[in-house]
């Protein structure tokens, strides 16, 4: 029998997205412009937020907020040591010191009983991370700052994984203070790259007008967006901050656009992936099944993260390299941060991490994307099953 060549997580592009792109090619501007600003308002609207702010990835945004309050040197922040490196690298670059809260025992997700405890005077925000599409219950966290009596603290989610995802029958975006979501290329809705920030209060912590302050900090600083200042005679501008380059694209917000209409359709095609793959490792008692609905909250269907009940993780890996082997592509979400160099440098040890540690040694993330087929998800778990079990012979 010939293998089959699985990739794990190409994008979904159709002729709805190339012929948008080749519509902004053909329009004389290409940089950020009217399709940035629909995109924004789609994106808002699609979001269940108020307001949306469209940048070159989730990383700039969740940088950029920090920037745009103030948050830095001496600073500390809340967060997970269960994420992608983006998360707290971020933190890294103003200065602020990360403070790891460890995830719930058999959860991807930070242990929100632990915040509590770990806020001092100098927490000025806390950063959850939603994974594979599953968000966290955000009211829970709001409770423990309302306990702490310090509602000051800003609530930023990195919903890099679950745009469209529901949380107490709303889609995820506006019930934090701030929602920044991912458009990679392996994001089940992507720009090639890029980014959102959504938000409900424009006032945020006094600001008179926050989406504006985003909007010219995203551009250097300059009080102009381009296409305003290319207007004839419209040349002069003002430059109000020290603000970053991370401006989306009207090329980007274009396939946003066209991958927005096609998005819920796009959506149920990963659920009934993820349904196929839930349907057979159900029989299997090692497998510890990945959680896609609970009694808040339902997931977007971003990435399937199984775990074996029983492997370490060099196991783990054999099994990787195996299904490499038989051209399926498979991978891991993820590494916790301080088992990486950077993070042990500073300081972190992942022994003080145990639930993140025993969440990674036996996680393997399957290809789940909505242009393959349940014929082919169910040879990708037929053939997992098999590479699992000559480990436990």
């Known amino acids: 029998m010939i293998n089959k060549k699985i990739p794990f997580s190409p ?3 159709t002729d709805l997205e190339i012929q948008a792109v ?8 290409i940089t950020s412009g009217p399709k940035v600003q629909k995109f924004e308002q789609e994106v808002a609207n699609y979001s269940d937020a108020n307001y949306s702010v469209a940048l070159n990835s989730a990383t700039a945004g969740l940088e950029l907020i920090l920037k745009v309050l103030n948050l830095g040197a001496g600073d500390e922040v809340i967060t997970t040591p269960y994420t992608y490196a983006a998360t707290s690298n971020v933190l890294i670059h103003r200065g602020i010191k990360p ?13 929100i009983d632990k915040i509590y405890d770990a806020i001092t005077p100098n927490t000025k925000a806390i950063m959850t991370v939603d994974i594979g599409g599953m968000p966290v219950d955000y009211d829970s966290v709001r409770e423990v700052i309302k306990a702490k009596n310090r509602e000051d603290i800003v609530l930023i989610s990195d919903s890099a994984h679950s745009f469209g995802a529901k949380y107490k029958g709303k889609r995820v975006g506006g019930q934090m203070d701030f929602h920044v979501f991912s458009y990679h290329a392996v994001k089940n809705l992507t720009t090639a790259e890029g980014g959102s920030i959504t ?8 600001k008179p007008d926050l989406f504006r302050e985003f909007k010219y900090t995203a551009l250097q600083g300059q009080t102009k967006d381009a296409l305003s200042k290319m207007q004839a005679g419209a040349w002069k501008y003002d430059i109000l901050t020290d603000g970053l380059k ?20 796009m959506t149920e095609k990963r659920k009934a992936l993820f349904n196929v793959y839930n349907n057979i490792l159900s029989e299997k008692e090692w497998a510890i099944i990945p959680v896609a609905n609970d009694d808040i909250s339902e ?3 971003h990435i399937y993260t199984l775990r074996i009940k029983g492997f370490k993780e060099e196991q783990r890996d054999r099994v990787i390299q195996d299904m490499g082997e038989k051209d399926i592509a498979t991978n891991v979400h993820f590494i916790p941060l301080p088992m990486l160099t950077l993070y042990k440098n500073l300081g972190y040890d992942i022994k003080d991490y145990p639930n993140a540690y025993a969440q990674y040694e036996n996680e393997i993330t399957l290809p789940l994307y909505s242009t393959l087929s349940l014929e082919d998800a169910e040879y990708v778990v037929k053939e997992l099953i098999e590479s699992i079990e000559k480990e436990f012979k």
């Open 11 to 13: 994008p979904d592009i």
């Open 22 to 29: 080749v519509e902004v090619l053909k329009s004389g501007w």
């Open 99 to 111: 403070v790891f809260v460890d995830v719930k025992k058999d959860s991807f997700l930070i242990d």
């Open 199 to 206: 938000y409900n209060d424009n006032n945020f912590h006094g």
């Open 246 to 265: 991370c401006n989306m694209t009207d090329i980007m917000a274009a396939i946003g656009l066209a991958q927005l209409k096609r998005y819920d359709e």
């Open 299 to 301: 997931s977007c269907y």
